[in-house]
C-alpha cells in the first residue's frame, strides 16, 4: 500500500507534467489569441465563485444554485484538502486546478481517487445535497415536485444514487458553477482562461475582515487553518495569522485578475456588505456578468432570504443587512485593531474602513464601507 504522502506526490507530479504541456501550448500555439477568449452562444458557461472562509459564499453559491440553467457544486476541493491534511495549500492548488478542469467539463472521474469508499455513490460526496440537480430529475427520481428543494431531504432520498450518474446530467445544463475557498492564488488557474474548451468567469466575494473574524471565532476550522499556514511554518495557529494570510490571499487575487489580460471581462468582485444590503441590485450584476436570465420567483427567493427569518433548511436565512454589522458589538476592540492591522491592505483595496476608536467601533451610525469603492 502506497502511503498518503507517496500518493499526493504522485498526483502532483502528473498534475505539474499536464500543467507543463499546456503551458507549452498556449505559448507556442498562435490560436491562443485574443480574439478567440469569447465562446460559442453553444458552449456552457462555467462560473467559479471564490472566497475565503466565513464570507458568505455558501449564501451566494445558493443564489446561483436556485436557477433552473445551473448545475452547481459546492467546495469540490474539500475532497482533496481531507484526503491530504499535511501538506500545503501551496501544492493543494494543482491537484484542485485539475479536479476543477474536469469538473466543469462534467467528467467526475477524478473524484474517485479523493472521496472515501472510491466515491461510488453520491452520500460519498459529503455535500452533494447542496447541489439541487443532485436532489431533482433527472439525476434522482425520488424528488416529489411539491415539497419543492430541500437539502436535508435530498440527504435522505438520493444518498444511494451512483455518483457517475452526475456526468449526463451536468451536462444537460447550460452553466456550471462552483464555489471553493481553497484557492489563494487565481494564477494557478490561468491555463484555464486560455483554454479555448473552456468560457471560465470568476466572481471573487470578499467581506470585511473583521466580520470574518467574529465568525471564526465561533466555527472551529483547525484542519483548513493548518493548511492553510503549512508553508508558513507556523506552529502556533491563531485566527489573526490566519487572516493575516487570508487577507493577503485576496489582494493577490485581485492583482492577478487585474493584470492577466486573459480576464479581461471575466472577473468580477463583489462585498457581501453591497449583496447583503442590495440583495436585488447585485443579484441582477451578477446574473448578468454569469449571462443567466432573472426571473420574478428568484427575484422573491432571495428577497425573502436576505430579509425575513424564513422556515427552511437554508442556514443563510435572516435579516442579512444586520449580519454584516454583528462584528461592531461583539467583538473586543484590541482584537478589532490587530485584524485591521494585520489586513490593512485587503482592507484598503476593497473599502472598508478602520474603526480609530472602540466608540467610532460601536457607533452604528458611522458607516465603515466605503460606498465610493468600485466593482471594477
Not at 306 to 317: A, D
Not at 318 to 326: E, G, I, L, M, Y
Amino acid at each position: 500500500m502506497m502511503s498518503p504522502h507517496l500518493k499526493f506526490f504522485i498526483l502532483l507530479s502528473i498534475s505539474l507534467v499536464f500543467f507543463s504541456i499546456s503551458q507549452f501550448l498556449f505559448n507556442k500555439t498562435p490560436f491562443f489569441t485574443r480574439s478567440h477568449y469569447s465562446a460559442p452562444k453553444n458552449k456552457p458557461v462555467h462560473l467559479l465563485i471564490v472566497s475565503s472562509w466565513r464570507s458568505g459564499s455558501s449564501f451566494l453559491g445558493q443564489i446561483f444554485n436556485h436557477h433552473n440553467d445551473v448545475f452547481y457544486l459546492f467546495e469540490p476541493g474539500h475532497s482533496i484538502w481531507m484526503k491530504f491534511q499535511n501538506e500545503s495549500s501551496e501544492l493543494l492548488h494543482f491537484p484542485l486546478r485539475d479536479l476543477l478542469r474536469s469538473l466543469f467539463t462534467c467528467d467526475v472521474s477524478p473524484l474517485h481517487q479523493y472521496l472515501p469508499n472510491g466515491g461510488n455513490h453520491t452520500s460519498d460526496l459529503r455535500f452533494f445535497g447542496e447541489t439541487r440537480a443532485l436532489c431533482t430529475p433527472p439525476f434522482c427520481s425520488a424528488f416529489i415536485p411539491s415539497e419543492g428543494y430541500d437539502r436535508l431531504k435530498c440527504y435522505h432520498r438520493c444518498k444511494n444514487y451512483l455518483l457517475d450518474r452526475m456526468k449526463e446530467t451536468c451536462k444537460t445544463y447550460s452553466h456550471v458553477v462552483m464555489k471553493t475557498v481553497r484557492i489563494l492564488d487565481l494564477s494557478v488557474l490561468l491555463p484555464l482562461f486560455r483554454d479555448p474548451a473552456f468560457n471560465l468567469h470568476i466572481l471573487h466575494l470578499v467581506r470585511d475582515p473583521r466580520a470574518v473574524a467574529l465568525s471564526r471565532k465561533s466555527f472551529s476550522l483547525n484542519t483548513d487553518d493548518h493548511i492553510v499556514l503549512k508553508a508558513d511554518g507556523n506552529k502556533n495557529i491563531t485566527i489573526s495569522r490566519v487572516m493575516e494570510k487570508i487577507c493577503k490571499s485576496q489582494v493577490d487575487i485581485n492583482n492577478v485578475a487585474k493584470a492577466a489580460e486573459v480576464l479581461r471581462g471575466r472577473y468580477m468582485a463583489i462585498r457581501l456588505e453591497d449583496l447583503s444590503n442590495e440583495p436585488l441590485k447585485y443579484l441582477k450584476k451578477m446574473y448578468s456578468f454569469a449571462g443567466l436570465s432573472l426571473t420574478k420567483d428568484l427575484e422573491q427567493w432571495v428577497y425573502n432570504i436576505t430579509h425575513k427569518e424564513v422556515e427552511e433548511s437554508l442556514t443563510f436565512s435572516r435579516n442579512s443587512s444586520k449580519v454584516v454589522q454583528k462584528w461592531r458589538t461583539d467583538l473586543d476592540f484590541n482584537f478589532v485593531k490587530q485584524i485591521q492591522d494585520n489586513c490593512k491592505e485587503a482592507m484598503d483595496r476593497f473599502g472598508y474602513r478602520p474603526a480609530r476608536s472602540k466608540t467610532e467601533q460601536q457607533n452604528l451610525t458611522l458607516d465603515l464601507v466605503n460606498k465610493e469603492w468600485s466593482l471594477e
